[in-house]
């Protein structure tokens, strides 16, 4: 009786540079699009916003960036708000959103420092 045969390792599938350049793009340009759609129902209300428009606005902050940058003037924050309910709101937003921006960087740093770590070991043995 022979023995099965076994299926080969699998390899991960790691798409072009350009590829993800691409999908990174698209996504910022649909997230910044949303983005502003929202901004613009939101400043049509008439009601001071509270803890949940302030959570909005603290994770538009970061998109806002980039369109102030180009010289379009938006409004990050609004003045005439609820009080701390929409402070605690919009700071929540604002770490959250950094969370979603910029944690996928401190992911990637951490896989390549460990598979710099993984290779040195598989060096020394």
């Not at 759609?37 to 994770?59: I, N, Q, S």
Request: hydrophobic share 45%.
């Amino acid at each position: 009786m022979s023995a099965p045969e076994q299926a080969p390792p699998s390899v991960p599938v790691r798409s072009h540079p350009w590829v993800r350049v691409a999908v990174t793009l698209g996504a910022a340009l649909l997230t910044a699009w949303l983005c502003g759609v929202a901004m613009k129902v939101d400043a049509g209300l008439t009601t001071p916003p509270g803890f949940f428009r302030g959570m909005l606005h603290g994770a538009m902050m970061p998109v806002a960036w980039p369109t102030l940058l180009v010289g379009q003037d938006q409004e990050i924050y609004a003045a005439r708000n609820s009080g701390r309910t929409y402070k605690l709101g919009y700071s929540m937003g604002v770490n959250l959103s950094g969370l979603v921006f910029f944690g996928w960087i401190f992911l990637g740093v951490g896989a390549l420092k460990n598979r710099n770590q993984r290779q040195k070991l598989q060096s020394t043995s």
